[in-house]
């Protein structure tokens, strides 16, 4: 479990303690996979979370008027040990071969973490917007995947700070 759950988040949410505005941005972690060939991406990716996933990445909750946090953690997301300066800003511990080391195919995915931020509050909400894309510091590869033969790597540790693990669980 992260730092907030469904219900601790819906608290956070339900109005600023400062202004009681009802309208926050919030930060957080989440999946993203991504097209790779010859090691270059194919597209920007697209997300793979759930709504629980969401939740459990969030590292911060300010309020949109007045600028207030209503949540924040100093911690990585998803494993709770390292720093969350360990993360934001770094680049990705894993790199992307060109070519399957299995079979020499060109084709490979990457599946990582994504930091995105959120508008919550207002009518409609939107889909998350990422502010780091593959290749871009802040944006930590977690698995490879060969789209041709069974080759698949994963990350060691905390795909995000690189902390020795144990991750902690997600929510289911
Ligand atoms: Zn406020
Ligand atoms: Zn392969
Ligand atoms: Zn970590």
């Known amino acids: 479990m992260g730092k907030l759950d469904e219900r601790a988040f819906a608290a956070t949410v339900a109005g600023c303690k400062k202004c009681d505005a009802k309208v926050f941005e919030v930060a957080t972690f989440i999946?993203?996979?991504?097209?790779?060939?010859?090691?270059?991406?194919?597209?920007?990716?697209?997300?793979?979370?759930?709504?629980?996933?969401?939740?459990?990445?969030?590292?911060?909750?300010?309020?949109?008027?007045?600028?207030?946090?209503?949540?924040?953690?100093?911690?990585?997301?998803?494993?709770?040990?390292?720093?969350?300066?360990?993360?934001?800003?770094?680049?990705?511990?894993?790199?992307v071969p060109k070519r399957c080391p299995g079979c020499k195919g060109v084709h490979l995915t990457v599946t990582g973490f994504a930091p995105a931020v959120l508008r919550i509050g207002e009518r409609r909400p939107a889909s998350p917007t990422p502010t780091a894309l593959f290749g871009h510091p802040s944006f930590h590869i977690a698995q490879i995947v060969c789209e041709t033969c069974d080759w698949v790597t994963v990350a060691e540790g905390c795909p995000l700070c690189a902390n020795a693990g144990p991750l902690r669980p997600r929510p289911a």
């Not at 709504?51 to 207030?68: E, L, P, S």
């Open 31 to 95: 999946d993203r996979k991504v097209a790779v060939m010859l090691g270059e991406p194919q597209d920007d990716g697209r997300w793979t979370h759930d709504g629980k996933n969401f939740i459990d990445g969030i590292y911060r909750v300010q309020c949109v008027r007045c600028r207030g946090e209503q949540f924040a953690s100093a911690t990585c997301p998803r494993c709770d040990r390292g720093r969350l300066s360990d993360v934001i800003g770094k680049p990705s511990r894993m790199a």
